[in-house]
């Protein structure tokens, strides 16, 4: 999978979550300059709006705390595109302390897994009849140390570490692109994850002790050793528009830089099917089948 091959958009249509500002933001301009019909999923009703109308494409809200709002985006995705080239999971968020969401979960597991899981499969069907599928999905290094427990998926036991929690989510993140690979073997579709590196984006908005930091002068001198959100969204412009995906497929990679992953559970075959086994159950989902092969 080379640096240098690059797909044409035009035609194609991709879906981008947490696409009012940062990495989603900017993936959103770049995908729109390609060609591509722009669907930009986002929380904020001003910041979508004004990104869709930048891009040309159309705004679609979404509150990932409640996973009816998810299936109402997925209802409305799959009536307003009558195809789906690109589902690029990127929405995702880190909290200062334990919340819950509408459903019951921890609200850091819910946004930046159960949700995008969730969309995923009900968007599976439009992408499978697609020539050339792709689902993207923003990981973090902080997977690296953390670990999974399916017996304590919302974080309940112990004390609440904002961190840990996130770094988990994300290993759950690899994990489901791993299995995700398995389960749509012998479709059009595949998948990837990236870490973006170090990026000034809006993921902190909902701890209020980071948001505080990073606006003392630490934190903005901080910022400006932090990547571009324009350069966070590289390896997902990358992975999105390659002309051949399949080196990639189940595989996360460190920006453009293909790595094994470091944390032996990320590398767990059989804890993937667990976790996507679990996670259709927490979210009232029953297995994807993919067409046959044609």
């Known amino acids: ?44 009703p001003e910041k979508t709006a004004a990104v869709a109308a930048a891009v040309g494409g159309r705004a679609h809200l979404v509150d990932y705390g409640s996973l009816d ?16 080239d690109v589902l690029a999971n990127n929405a995702g ?37 697609a020539t050339d599928a792709r689902v993207i999905n923003t990981g973090s290094s902080q997977y690296r140390k953390r670990h999974l427990d399916l017996d304590d998926l919302d974080s309940a036991e112990g004390n609440y570490h904002n961190l840990r929690v996130y770094g988990t989510s994300k290993l759950a993140t690899i994990l489901f692109t791993r299995e995700l690979a398995h389960r749509v073997r012998g479709t059009a579709i595949t998948t990837a994850a ?33 990547r571009t959100p324009a350069q966070g969204a590289d390896p997902l412009l990358w992975l999105a528009t390659s002309a051949d995906p399949r ?35 927490l979210t009232g989902l029953e297995a994807f089948s993919p067409p046959s092969p044609q």
């Open 194 to 226: 990236f870490h973006p590196g170090a990026v000034a984006t809006e993921v902190t908005r909902d701890n209020a002790w980071q948001q505080k930091l990073m606006k003392s002068p630490l934190g903005k001198a901080f910022q400006v050793a932090l």
């Open 93 to 129: 968020a880190i909290f200062g302390s334990r919340k819950t969401s509408a459903d019951g979960h921890e609200m850091t597991f819910q946004v930046n897994h159960l949700a995008p899981f969730l969309l995923t499969n009900l968007l599976l069907d439009r992408l499978a009849e």
């Open 247 to 281: 080196p990639a497929n189940g595989a996360y990679f460190h920006r453009l830089k293909h790595e094994d992953p470091r944390n032996p559970q990320a590398r767990d075959q059989h804890l993937a099917r667990q976790l996507w086994e679990r996670s259709a159950e």
């Open 69 to 84: 709002d998810v299936r109402r985006l997925a209802a409305d995705l799959l009536t307003a595109y009558e195809r789906i």
């Open 1 to 44: 999978m080379t640096h240098d091959s690059v797909r044409d958009l035009r035609g194609k249509t991709v879906v981008i979550t947490g696409a009012s500002a940062g990495i989603g933001e900017a993936a959103a301009h770049r995908f729109a300059e390609l060609g591509a019909t722009v669907a930009v999923v986002g929380r904020s």
